[in-house]
């Protein structure tokens, strides 16, 4: 029974994990939109989650840090104790750009305010879960 309670809130802590580092993405791609050979950066969600939760039998499965890959030793990677399960892919240019970046402001923007939204619903999930298991114990 525990097994099951524990496997939820694992899938929704590695979402809310995953939805976070997205956010950062979107945000680094945002604030380098007027740097020169800028490529703009994303993630596949639904790959990324599946790759972290992958295997997860129980609460002891998720226990081992895994980090995003960095593409050369000069870039910043993620806080310390942020666990990520992807690569991050390259953007697809919508237009080109005589100094070479690819970011599209529309396409971040758009990609922010839906990821914050995705993850307030992933919080709210987290929190219906954790006040169904609360009135289960009090009984109330």
Not at 92 to 100: E, F, G, K, V, Y
Not at 111 to 135: C, H, K, P, Q
């Amino acid at each position: 029974m525990f097994d099951r309670l524990t496997q939820s809130l694992n899938f929704q802590s590695e979402a809310l994990v995953l939805r976070a580092e997205r956010q950062r993405v979107i945000a680094s791609n945002i604030a380098n939109a007027d740097t020169p050979g800028y490529v703009a950066r994303d993630m596949d969600f639904a790959a990324a989650l599946k790759q972290a939760t992958a295997g997860q039998g129980g609460a002891a499965a998720s226990h081992a840090p895994r980090v995003v890959a960095t593409t050369h030793a000069g870039h910043i990677g993620p806080a310390p104790g942020v666990r990520v399960a992807s690569t991050l892919n390259f953007a697809r240019p919508a237009q080109t750009n005589l100094d070479s970046n690819t970011v599209d402001m529309d396409r971040e923007r758009a990609n922010f305010a839906d990821n914050a939204v995705r993850y307030e619903a992933t919080l709210r999930f987290i929190n219906g879960s954790v006040r169904t298991m609360l009135s289960a114990i009090t009984g109330q």
